[in-house]
């Protein structure tokens, strides 16, 4: 039998999955678009959930050494009054594992580090892909063609597998722009594994420490779908959220301008099926999201492991693919809609219904106890 395995994409989802592909005896060829591996990208949040997958990967004491423990996160207003508190340390004594920040460079070098019998191929764009009943044949721009057993499309929100299989599919515009960045701007709180986010009119600015000498940040600004101001200074940024309190001003001003991103925030209308023959959509190819739950990076780690188990388990890929929807197609979905419906919720503009929302926050029940909550982040493999 061919065990060989295409997997397209060389970003978290298809290092992950070439990991334990490997595991359950796969030989697999990642074939990347760009020319090396990404080293940007700024920082994410790793909640319990995704830890708890990296412990079945085997990397989780790696994975805390190359992050930050994130003890608390605080909802607050713009002027820094506090409206909801999550207390992580307590949360990871019940979920078993720890929510971290990291640096995604560190990640995408600790899973590639990792992979002992994967070759990743740079420069490859996928053209083509030709289906039989026994292989997937890939054709790519440079003339080169590969056969494997299956195919993965692990190549992002712009998967170019899903557009070769589903045609027809809908980037949903989320009527906001964010900017990311790392800063070497730190404090008590950040040294403490302390994360916020503040809320203003129509505007965010979050923070997570990744280290104990760098946070990353991110912000976001409700924006039309076809502005494009181009680069906008670090001077810019700062008067964008001048209404916001200290430390943000800060965290701005210790930011290199290169190390500055913007993107326009798009998620993935919930597809019908993420598989087509023996080709099989995986992270953001299948179920890209808006980064309100920080769930993206989270749910492309949970594919991996499952999608290998569920491989192990089964004697036919055809099987397998079947059981792998059925298994995450409904969590996945929850977690798409609740993280855009979350967006619309905190982008308000208003000033009357911003405070409405507020006053909700500081009312609603305590995290612990917030069953959606719960559901997202505690999940267990």
């Given at each position: ?189 950040t040294k403490c594994g302390k994360a916020f986010e503040a809320w ?182």
């Amino acid at each position: 039998m061919n065990k060989s395995v295409l997997i397209i994409g060389a970003g978290i989802s298809g290092l992950a999955c070439a990991l334990m592909l490997e595991k359950i005896g796969y030989t697999p060829v990642i074939y990347e678009k760009s020319n090396c591996l990404r080293n940007g990208g700024g920082g994410l949040t790793l909640w319990s959930n995704a830890t708890d997958a990296i412990q079945s990967m085997g990397l989780l004491e790696e994975i805390y050494q190359n992050s930050k423990i994130i003890s608390e996160s605080t909802i607050q207003t713009s002027s820094g009054k506090t409206l909801a508190k999550m207390p992580l340390n307590d949360l990871a004594t019940q979920y078993g594992t720890h929510t971290v920040g990291i640096l995604r460079a560190n990640l995408h070098h600790l899973l590639s580090s990792k992979l002992k019998q994967t070759e990743i191929k740079f420069g490859y764009e996928l053209v083509d892909l030709e289906k039989t009943n026994k292989e997937v044949i890939a054709r790519f721009a440079n003339g080169h063609v590969d056969t494997g057993e299956f195919l993965v499309g692990a190549d992002g929100s712009n998967s170019a597998v899903r557009k070769k299989i589903f045609p027809i599919n809908t980037l949903r515009f989320s009527g906001y722009e964010a900017w990311r960045g790392i800063s070497t701007y730190t404090n008590h709180n950040t040294k403490c594994g302390k994360a916020f986010e503040a809320w203003g009119n129509g505007r965010r600015f979050g923070v997570i420490p990744v280290s104990d000498s760098l946070v990353y940040w991110f912000a976001t600004r409700n924006t039309t779908e076809n502005r494009d101001e181009g680069e906008v200074s670090k001077e810019q940024l700062i008067d964008i959220f001048r209404e916001f309190a200290e430390p943000v001003p800060s965290i701005i001003k210790f930011t290199e301008e290169k190390d500055i991103t913007r993107k326009v925030i798009y998620d993935l209308k919930p597809l019908q099926n993420w598989s087509k023959g023996r080709v099989m959509l995986i992270g953001d190819a299948a179920h890209a999201t808006t980064p309100n739950l920080g769930q993206g990076a989270c749910m492309a780690l949970e594919d991996a492991v499952i999608l290998a188990q569920t491989l192990a388990e089964n004697k036919s890929v055809s099987q397998s693919f079947k059981i792998f929807e059925e298994t995450r197609m409904d969590r996945v979905k929850f977690i798409v809609n609740r993280s855009w419906l979350l967006g619309r919720f905190v982008q308000i503009e208003s000033k009357l219904f911003c405070e409405v929302r507020n006053i909700l926050v500081r009312l609603s029940p305590s995290i612990q106890r917030n069953s959606s909550f719960e559901r997202i982040i505690g999940h267990k493999i």
